[in-house]
Structure formats: structure tokens, C-alpha cells
């Protein structure tokens, strides 16, 4: 999705075109701000990505902004992380109307840089697998994703230009995809997640939402406080190599073809391109992942389950059913096994190379029970290597199907910089 709006529809600009304008005398942060409750009011009966909006607290906030990278530009935060004057009901009953009374890290951060607390977008109970009622833009009939379901909507539907999220298995990569965005999950630790409600403490990331990678990267890198993150420059990767992931028999077949047409654009570009397996090994990472997620949900929730069981969902709580008789010592492998193919994809990746497959197994499912399958981000997540979802084209519904980019870890200024690259020679 590419930034076509002009100051006359403020809303449909991307991050940093909204910026440049404004600082250019050409737009001022109200009107912004005006232009995106404007178009909430006008969709989000039909889209639903908020759980919290008050239109006169960012009203009230817009004269007071800090100077700083992102100049007024209004931001969604997922309805899992604290902020001092929202409630943050983490999706459940349990937290409804509770008021934190104090930001979260990354929404300390982002209001430090000048940016705009516009609202709390929708998740999924605990960010973990139980829907909210948030539809795609595309078509309402369909799933936008999850757990980020309403900030990527949101984005998706120029309610806002950012938005942040959070990946414990797949919840950015995936609604990225689904609703047509860039979705940006940094290496594990990028930005902190002090203040946003855990999970699973050795897989959540805090991520973002935008509709171009240079907007996502300006916003991840505005958090986290990473200069080289937040304005990298287009560059071509050494070598693109194509993965077909974990379970790759449950892509569709446009999904696959949108991967293998990313390809030739490298190749046709110059860049060497690849199709080489992974090790095989990589198959049992995916159960690895999904036994860390639910072993530590269930610890990370347990004040939430002694005494507000039944204020979980009924999914939720079989889940945690599933492990409770799990022994340490099976974690304690699942945890070993993660730190060892940490160690090893460090030096399968070298320097400027990039890894290409699916972000999802194809387009958004029809539903709204349900979110849709992270298959393709979980061996990613539990590696902690930093990923990024692109817009690639559509599927047989009509509905946008993306890319995934996969970099090294700490090196998410070299995987920006590649996917700025072909972000232009993709007309993006």
C-alpha cells in the first residue's frame, strides 16, 4: 500500500509523507488528527479495530506534543500495553476499564519522539488466540488477523498511519498480510516491552504497523531509540535466498507464486537468488515454539486463572489444560533447542543476505472465528530474527497477500534497507 494521499486527504498519507508535510507548514498535527477520527467515524462500525477511543484525549494531547521523529503522527496501541489516561483491558473481562496509570516503555517512548496516542486498537484475549470482533477492511467477512487485529485493520483502513503490535507466534506477519500492510517485527528486544502485558517472556516482540517499510521503520526505530533504524537508505541484499518453510505443504498455490515473483524481481535485478532447503531439523522447531507459547502463557497468566478462571475464554483455558501436566524437563529441552538454532542461524545468515518465503498460507480465511494460521512465523518468532511482511498482490477472493523478509539478527537496518529496495523496483 503506497503513500498516495495528498494534504487535501490527510488521512490516507503515510507516516513520513504526513510528517514532511507537516513540517513544511503544509498540514498541522489537528488537521491530521481531525482526518483520521473523520474516516474512524465514518468506518469503524464496519472495521472495528478499536477497544478505546476518546476523541477528546488526543484532542486535548495534539497542542502539547513533544518535539521529536514522528512530528505529531497519530498511533494506535495494541489494547495489551499500558497507557497512563486509556484503560487497557488486554482483550478480556477481567482488565475491562482498568486505567494503568502509567505508560508503557514503547508508549513512553513514542509520546517523547511527538507522537500521538490516538486510542487502544483491539486484540485478541491476551493477545494469544481467543478473536475480537475486528473485521478485515477488505471485506468484513473475513478475518484481519490476529492477535494485532485492530491495529493492523486500523492502518490498513487509514484510520491511522502507525500502530503497534506484538508477535508471540505470528500476530504481526500475519495480519499484515491479511489486510494488505506492512508489518514490521524487529529482533526480539528491539523495542521494550516493559508495561505491555506478557505471554510468553522468551518470544514476545513489540512490532509495528505501517503501509511502507521506511514508515515502519521509522516508527520502530523512533521507540526503540536505534538512529540507524529510523532513516536507512535503499540498498540491495547480497543474496536472497528462498525458504520454504516448516510445513510449506499448507501454502497456497498463490501465496507460493507471489513468493517465487519476488524472486525473479531480485534475480532480474541483479541480486543472486537461491532455493536451497533448511535443515530438517527446522520441522520440530514449530513444536518447540508452540510448547514455550502455551507452557509460559500459562505461568504468565496464572493470577489471571487462579482467581478469574472463569472470565477466560473456554479456548484459552484448554490450552492451558493441554500443559499442565508437562514436565520442566520437556520445556527446559524446548528452551535448549531454541538457543542452540538461535546460535546456529546466526552463522547460516551471512551479512546482508536476506531469506524470502509466505508470510501467511495464503489470504485471509472467511470468518471471524478464528484468525487465521501463523505456520509461517513461529520458527521466526522463537529464532528472534527480525522479520517484515510486505503487500505482494492478491488472491482469488481479492484479498491482499504479502511477502515475508526474514535478516539476521541486529541487523534489521540491512533487512529495512533491502526491502526499501525492492519496495522501488516493485512500484510500491
Known sequence: MTDTGTVSDPARLGARAA??????????????????????AARDDTVRAWHFLDPALPRAAVSGLAAGVLEGLPVGVKDITATADMPT???SPIYRGHVPGRDAACV??????????????????????????????????????GSSSGSAAAVADFQVPLATGTQTAGSVIRPASFCGVVGLKPTFGTVDYAGTHGFAASLD???VFARSAGDAALFA????????????????PRRVRIIRA??????????????ETAARLFADHGVTVTDTPLPAAFEDLLAAQELIQIYEGRRA???????????????LRGHFDRVAAVPFTEYRAARQAQALWQQRIDG????????LTAAAPGEAPEGLGATGDPVFSRVWTLLHVPCIALPMGRGPKGLPIGIQLIGPRWRDPDLIAAALWFEERRGA
Open 89 to 91: 483491558a488486554c482483550g
Open 205 to 207: 516482540t513489540l512490532g
Open 108 to 145: 513512553a517512548a513514542l509520546r517523547a519522539a511527538g507522537g500521538l496516542v490516538m486510542g487502544k486498537t483491539a486484540t485478541t484475549e491476551f493477545a494469544a488466540y481467543t478473536p475480537t470482533e475486528t473485521r478485515n477492511p477488505h471485506d468484513p467477512a473475513h478475518t484481519p488477523g
Open 221 to 236: 526505530g523512533a521507540m526503540a531509540g536505534w538512529e540507524a533504524l529510523t532513516d536507512p537508505a535503499p540498498e540491495a
Open 19 to 40: 510528517r514532511d508535510a507537516i513540517r513544511a507548514g503544509r498540514l498541522a498535527p489537528g488537521e491530521l488528527l481531525e482526518a483520521c477520527l473523520s474516516r474512524i
Open 246 to 259: 516448516p510445513h510449506w505443504g499448507q501454502v497456497s498455490a498463490e501465496s507460493e507464486a507471489l513468493v
Open 348 to 355: 547460516m545468515m551471512a551479512p546482508g543476505e536476506v531469506w
Open 301 to 315: 497468566l496464572a493470577w489471571e486463572r487462579h482467581t478469574h478462571g472463569d472470565k477466560l475464554s473456554e479456548g
